[in-house]
């Protein structure tokens, strides 16, 4: 069974930073391509970042470039968002989501994703 378990939310000044965990399991972790997608209040859901498989190429939301790293470990199953220079307009529920299918080609995230972790809530206060 496909899991994925997002930590790492909290409550942070704008300016400040915060890693986000996604702890996956029950899948060939190098397999997928694993992303964060977040989700503000009367929002539609965006993409944030993703790490495609196998080679880990990565895509970033414009709103994000810059600022947000994405990463993984292999021996542990957890793939991370290094989130820095937060601003006000971060602040929502960031979610984790895997996908066998899913790609990244030339930067650009290409498919959608099946599996989907808990979200953490993150807070950017001005």
């Known amino acids: 069974e496909v899991q994925l378990q997002a930590s790492g939310g909290g409550l942070v000044q704008a300016g400040g930073s915060l890693r986000l965990s996604c702890a996956a399991s029950?899948?060939?972790?190098?397999?997928?391509?694993i992303g964060w997608f977040r989700q503000a209040p009367g929002k539609e859901r965006e993409t944030v970042s993703c790490i495609g498989k196998g080679d880990g190429s990565t895509y970033y939301a414009d709103s994000v470039k810059g600022r947000f790293t994405i990463s993984k470990d292999n021996r542990k199953n957890t793939v991370y968002l290094q989130m820095n220079d937060l601003k006000p307009e971060d602040t929502a529920v960031y979610y984790c989501?895997?996908?066998?299918?899913?790609?990244?080609?030339?930067?650009?995230?290409?498919?959608?994703?099946?599996?989907w972790g808990n979200g953490t809530l993150v807070t950017v206060s001005s």
């Open positions: 029950g899948f060939s972790f190098d397999d997928y391509t």
């Open positions: 989501a895997a996908d066998p299918r899913a790609r990244v080609v030339y930067g650009y995230f290409v498919g959608g994703m099946d599996y």
